[in-house]
């Protein structure tokens, strides 16, 4: 990637994509595509098609997606799927057409089966039954990845797949129906601290293990991947051998904490007095979801914002954007 190429970052807004562009930007990368959602919908074939032709962009970063957390997922399956399908197809679509350089695609650790091996290696993808809560959606960024690996063995495109573990930061969803875990726990204690409720539920029985990597360290890590992958050429095969285009690469923090610990962290950090109850009856998720990052680490890559100190600065932007947050109500359209 040069200085001034043409560099699309489909969902700038989101959580991953604005701290990608923030990252670009620190590198001194100026050139960027932007679009929100009302200068275009990526749902929209002709329109992607039409702007992919129009503009040219020699780098894709495609980090637009619904997501959602399991309440989400659960309420709103149909969308889940349509919504991810329809956005994958057109993107990539519009890249092979445009002659896109390389795009850096945007899946999800939820791909992997519910029981995979621990921790989750690439190979797993594809060999096992999913977690039900979130299959709809797991489909959808499943089809994303097959389908780049399609276009690169039909077409000879370069389209290279990360698989990030939970992510977490500033500009994150606070939404109550819509959240992740890590950000609702921060809204539901300071809420809490501030009515002076005596006790907190946390869904779940707080024994399942989850890894968190912050925004800033995926941002990094996906310019990384573009570059290294640059640097590698396309058989040169830093990243995933020989086939390096046709690989997924997990991205993540390396260890992983139970919800209990990450919400006993969390109450710490806002410093909420009152006590915790774990609400056993509400759906717990895959008991544990670690990945191995191996095949990254392998290119010179490390996480470098500890978990705590992640947690504090997110909820220091919250305390800060409160009128900016995603606090609203999640709602189907
Ligand atoms: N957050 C995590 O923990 C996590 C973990 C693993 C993987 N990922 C992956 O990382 C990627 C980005 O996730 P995120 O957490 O950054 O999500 P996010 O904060 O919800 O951002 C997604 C972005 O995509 C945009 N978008 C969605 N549909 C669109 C459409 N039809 N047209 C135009 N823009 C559209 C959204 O626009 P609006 O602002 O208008 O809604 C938003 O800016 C996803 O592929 C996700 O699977 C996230």
Same mark, same amino acid.
């Given at each position: 990637m040069q200085k001034n190429d043409l560099i699309f970052v489909a969902g700038h807004r989101g959580l991953v994509g604005s701290a990608i562009v923030r990252r670009l930007r620190a590198l001194g990368f100026t050139n960027l595509l932007l679009r929100t !959602?009302?200068?275009l919908d990526l749902a929209d074939m002709a329109a992607v098609r039409a702007m992919f032709l129009a503009e040219r962009p020699a780098y894709v970063f495609? $980090? *637009? /997606? %619904?997501?959602g957390g399991i309440m989400a997922n659960n309420s709103y399956p149909a969308e889940f799927i349509r919504d991810n399908l329809l956005i994958q197809l057109n993107v990539i679509d519009a890249a092979h $057409? @445009? #002659?896109? %350089? %390389? &795009?850096l695609f945007l899946g999800s650790s939820c791909i992997y089966p519910k029981f995979a091996e621990q921790p989750i290696r690439e190979e797993s993808l594809l060999t096992g039954a999913l977690e039900p809560t979130n299959e709809p959606y797991a489909v959808a960024k499943i089809a994303g990845i097959v389908t780049c690996r399609s276009y690169n !063995?039909?077409?000879g495109t370069r389209y290279i797949s990360a698989m990030p573990t939970n992510l977490y930061g500033e500009g #994150?969803?606070? =939404? !109550?129906?819509? @959240?992740h875990v890590l950000p609702a726990l921060i809204r539901r204690f300071h809420e809490a601290k501030l009515a002076g409720e005596p006790e907190v539920v946390v869904w779940g029985s707080g024994t399942p293990q989850r890894e968190f990597l912050h925004v800033d =360290? &995926? /941002? =990094? *890590? @996906?310019?990384?991947? &573009?570059?290294v992958w640059a640097e590698a050429g396309r058989d040169g095969g830093?990243?995933?051998g020989p086939n390096a285009v046709n690989e997924i690469v997990n991205v993540g923090y390396g260890s992983d904490v139970s919800i209990r610990e990450l919400a006993e962290l969390v109450r710490e950090i806002v410093k909420y007095e009152g006590s915790l109850i774990f609400d056993s009856s509400k759906p717990d998720g895959t008991p544990r979801k670690l990945l191995d990052s191996s095949r990254l680490q392998a290119t010179g890559w490390s996480p470098r914002v500890e978990l705590r100190e992640g947690i504090s600065r997110t909820y220091q932007w919250f305390l800060e954007h409160h009128e900016e947050a995603r606090l609203g109500t999640a709602t189907a359209r």
């Open positions: !959602r009302q200068e495609f $980090a *637009a /997606a %619904k997501v $057409a @445009s #002659d896109v %350089k %390389k &795009m !063995r039909q077409y #994150d969803n606070f =939404d !109550r129906n819509g @959240s =360290d &995926m /941002a =990094d *890590a @996906s310019v990384h991947l &573009m570059q830093i990243v995933g």
